[in-house]
């Protein structure tokens, strides 16, 4: 396991852009596929964004393709995620999480370290 810190969120207009990251402690960062999920009230945590430990592959949810882009550095051990053309829909916490990649992507029994989290708001 490890520690994740998530920064970056904040309240934006319908249409603008934000950009998340998520900065990790362990020693072994490389060795972990990251992903993004997000969860509204009321909802379910939903996968928006993962990538693999070496950035070889991304996958993205449905809803969010051609809007947002994954990225890690793995010397910095941080990973941003650049979120463009945001909806209102997309106002959720947002979660960074660790795991060794397995399939599928967004099985949340994947992940076994998990940030606390940080707001997102799209409203005008």
């Known amino acids: 396991q490890m520690d994740l810190v998530e920064s970056g969120g904040g309240l934006v207009q319908p249409g603008g852009s934000m950009r998340l990251s998520c900065a990790a402690s362990?020693?072994?960062?490389?060795?972990?596929?990251i992903a993004w999920f997000r969860q509204a009230p009321g909802k379910e945590r939903e996968g928006v964004a993962w990538i693999h430990r070496a950035a070889l592959e991304t996958d993205y949810g449905d809803s969010v393709k051609g809007r947002f882009t994954i990225s890690r550095d793995n010397a910095e051990k941080t990973v941003t995620l650049q979120m463009d053309d945001l909806k209102p829909e997309d106002t959720g916490t947002y979660y960074c999480?660790?795991?060794?990649?397995?399939?599928?992507?967004?099985?949340?029994?994947?992940?076994?370290?998990w940030g606390q989290g940080t707001q997102v708001t799209v409203s005008s």
């Open positions: 999480a660790a795991g060794l990649g397995y399939m599928p992507h967004f099985s949340l029994r994947n992940f076994d370290s």
């Open positions: 362990a020693f072994t960062f490389d060795y972990y596929a």
